[in-house]
Each structure stands twice: as structure tokens, then as C-alpha cells.
């Protein structure tokens, strides 16, 4: 692919943009997870396992973790989101909220399961995705890490299955349609 395109910013992973939005719509997109997912969790990473929800938005998915006894780290580099992921979530949940951009930031101790229900789908180009997934590859702790990378459902979907083949070594968890 040529890489021409290296000097344009990125248009999805682009906080400003994301904090507008959160500011001026609802959250169409903001929808509790299918159940395929806790179904891959629970058999493959089940609770107390740590959960990196990347790209929390609202809050929701953290939310639905949380209450399924999962540790949960939660990060949107949206303020406004988090902001409101705050706010929806009971004083005495265990998530951790972070405003964070995954693209610029390498964490201390990697997750052994991370999710993103709302973020790989959205980036438009190659150079997004590619920025966005060597993000997550750091994220991930390679001995076991699962990575579940789900777009959200629309009225048009087919209903989420569970996958036809089971992961591999890694264990990489993933929810297909």
C-alpha cells in the first residue's frame, strides 16, 4: 500500500472530534454487549480476569463487565465520554475510567483480555487501522491475550454467533456474525 497518506492526521482517532460529538448527539451506538460475548469471556477468560474496554465511550460495556465480577479498565480518548461514563456509573463500581489515546501510550502492565466494541470499525483508512492495531498489540499480554473486536449491531444485522473455530494458542477470543 503506499503510504502518501502519512502526513494527513488521523481522522478517527481524533479526541476533539469525538468530544463534539459526545456534546451534541445521543449515542445511538451505545448498546449492552450480545450475549456471545459473555458467553467467550466466561469460557475462555472468566471473572475475576482483567478486561481493557478500549474505547468505553458511555461507559456501558464496562459497566456490564463490572457487574459480571470482571476487573475492568476502561479508556476513551474522549473527555466528554468519560465524563459521562462517569457519571452513569454507581459510586461503588470497581471500574477505572481513563481518558486515554491508546495510539500515543504504552501501558505498564498489559491486559489479558482487551476489548473494543466501538473503535477498529470506525477507523476509515488503512494507515487508522494499522495505527490502531499496534496500539492494541501493545496493550495485549502475548502470553494469553484474547482480543475481541466487535462492531456494534444495527437494526440490518444478523444476530452475533459464536465462532465456528476455536482460538488458537493465544487464545484470541473473537465474536463473528
Known amino acids: 500500500m503506499p503510504h502518501g497518506d502519512e502526513t494527513l492526521p488521523l481522522r478517527s482517532l481524533n479526541a476533539v472530534e469525538w468530544d463534539r460529538t459526545y456534546d451534541s448527539t445521543t449515542a445511538g451506538w451505545d448498546e449492552e454487549p450480545p450475549?456471545?460475548?459473555?458467553?467467550?469471556?466466561?469460557?475462555?477468560?472468566?471473572?475475576?480476569?482483567?478486561?481493557m474496554d478500549v474505547g468505553c465511550g458511555l461507559g456501558t460495556t464496562a459497566r456490564w463487565l463490572d457487574n459480571r465480577a470482571y476487573a475492568v479498565a476502561a479508556c476513551d480518548?474522549?473527555?466528554?465520554?468519560?465524563?459521562?461514563?462517569?457519571?452513569?456509573t454507581p459510586p461503588d463500581s470497581a471500574v477505572r475510567y481513563e481518558v486515554l489515546d491508546v495510539t500515543a501510550h504504552v501501558p505498564l502492565d498489559p491486559f489479558p483480555v482487551v476489548l473494543d466494541r466501538g473503535v477498529l470499525h470506525t477507523c476509515p483508512t488503512d494507515r487508522e487501522r494499522r495505527t490502531f492495531a499496534a496500539a492494541i498489540a501493545r496493550m495485549c499480554r502475548p502470553a494469553d491475550c484474547g482480543y475481541i473486536s466487535e462492531p456494534p449491531r444495527?437494526?440490518?444485522?444478523?444476530?452475533?454467533?459464536?465462532?465456528a473455530a476455536r482460538p488458537g494458542p493465544l487464545k484470541r477470543l473473537s465474536a463473528t456474525r
Open 77 to 88: 480518548f474522549s473527555a466528554q465520554a468519560i465524563k459521562e461514563a462517569r457519571r452513569r
Open 154 to 163: 444495527s437494526a440490518k444485522s444478523k444476530p452475533w454467533t459464536r465462532p
Open 35 to 51: 450475549p456471545v460475548l459473555g458467553e467467550l469471556l466466561a469460557e475462555y477468560a472468566p471473572p475475576p480476569a482483567r478486561v
